[in-house]
């Protein structure tokens, strides 16, 4: 049994969480995303509002937890 | 992808070292605290610490929740799997961490029902598609992973899901904190933030660092150019004579959190009096539990947990490490008897682990060369 949770993160880690990229908004709250690998999963977007196809949403445990807005690039 | 690439530029990255090397006094020696595993990781993945003058000295924190929980509680949790008609679900890193008696892989070996899920929403899917079996979710993780299992939670209440339940394992990052700053063992020169929890919580609960204890706070991203723009800007304010919660992840974390995400904690959480923390003993209102609200979804309520508690293994120094008061390389058994395929302790366990990182990637010298 493989019981990585992930590539080499652990999920349960305070501070884990993984830029996915909306690819479609459906019912009930749920997106449907892709992340770097381009693996697809679902996520609630309960926390975030307006989020669109397209956008960069920061994933942890299945939940979006912000949009990235890039406003903050480093010097 | 945006918002990853940028901020793994080497050449950015070696501007930054710059920096930072011509911030630092000579003669002095800087002790920052880096809260979370995922920075550790990330530190020993890039080689960010490589990067850093000899006399600025990165400290592992105790911001891994696998790290931290304490073998009573796994042994708890195992004797929820146990149960006979319970199909038990937890994260992957969960299975392998040791109670007093075995690992929950352990408990699958013997029969019971133990899956792994990606996420508290995966386990609730569980339940619906088995209506004749209860499923026990365990819940663990700072405030970046507690919004997961109150909207899970939410959502089981709305679709009148009943076979579910969950054990809450959920802890808060400010009294761990406290603890350490009160700790007369351990003198820290600044922190860098832990960037997902504030995600949640924002900048405000950091606050007490700065006024209360005179630390500089730099909450941060994960990428190597997010951590040595941290260390610069806590080197800055420490050359300035600031002190203050600076905000480096802004890309991501507005300063007063999702306050969404907090409104959902408080509906289904409420402040356990006193929680366990693996090497930090019991630190009160630490921790979670379910509300009277949605007391009927609390695992621990609807079976009875032996609920021991038990000493940690005496050959184990985690406890040391999760404060900062050694490096992994320098317990007894890293690398030895303590591997992450035969873990002793909690931080060899979880990749975000302080011991793992430095384990998985080879970082066993003792002494660091002058950049």
Known sequence: MNVSCGEEHCITCSDEATPMRVISVEPSAIA?????????????????????????????????????DGTEAPA | MKFVDEFRDPELGRVLAGEILATVEPGRHYKIMEVCGGHTHSIYKYGVDDLLPANVELVHGPGCPVCVIPMGRVDDGIALAHEPDVIFTCFGDMLRVPGADGTLLDAKAEGAD????????????????????????????????????????????????????????????????????????????????????ATVVGGRPFE????????????????????????????????????????????????????????????????????????????????????????????????????????DPKACQCGEVLKGVIKPWECKVFGSACTPEHAIGTCMVSPEGACAAYYNYGRFAREREVV
């Not at chain 2, 899970?152 to 709305?158: E, M, S, V």
Request: contains cysteine; charged residues 20%.
């Open chain 2, 208 to 311: 007490f660092i700065p006024a209360d204890y005179g630390r500089p706070v730099v909450i941060s991203g994960f990428e190597p150019v997010d951590l040595l723009q941290s260390v610069q800007m806590i080197l800055r304010q420490l050359a300035d004579g600031r002190c203050e919660v600076e905000n480096q992840y802004a890309r991501v974390v507005p300063y007063e959190g999702n306050r969404a995400a907090l409104a959902v904690m408080a509906e289904v959480f409420e402040l356990r009096p006193h929680f366990e923390w693996r090497g930090l003993g019991f630190i009160s209102q630490s921790a979670l539990k379910l509300s009277e609200a949605y007391r009927d979804f609390d695992a621990e309520a609807r079976y009875t947990v032996p609920g021991i508690r038990v000493a």
């Open chain 1, 32 to 68: 449907r995303c892709v992340d770097q690998d381009g693996t697809s999963s679902e996520v609630m977007i309960d926390l975030v509002a307006g989020v669109a196809a397209g956008d960069v949403i920061l994933v942890h445990a299945g939940v979006a937890l912000a949009i990235a």
């Open chain 2, 114 to 197: 133990v899956r792994m899920v990606y996420s508290p929403l995966d386990a609730l899917r569980i339940a619906k598609k088995s209506p004749d079996r209860q499923v026990v979710f365990f819940a663990i993780g700072f405030e970046t992973t507690a919004p997961s299992t109150a909207l899970t939670l939410k959502r089981a209440r709305a679709e009148g899901i009943t076979n579910f339940s969950c054990m809450c394992n959920h802890v808060t990052i400010v009294p761990p904190l406290r603890a350490l700053l009160d700790s007369p063992d351990l003198r820290l020169d600044g922190f860098i933030g832990p960037g997902h929890v």
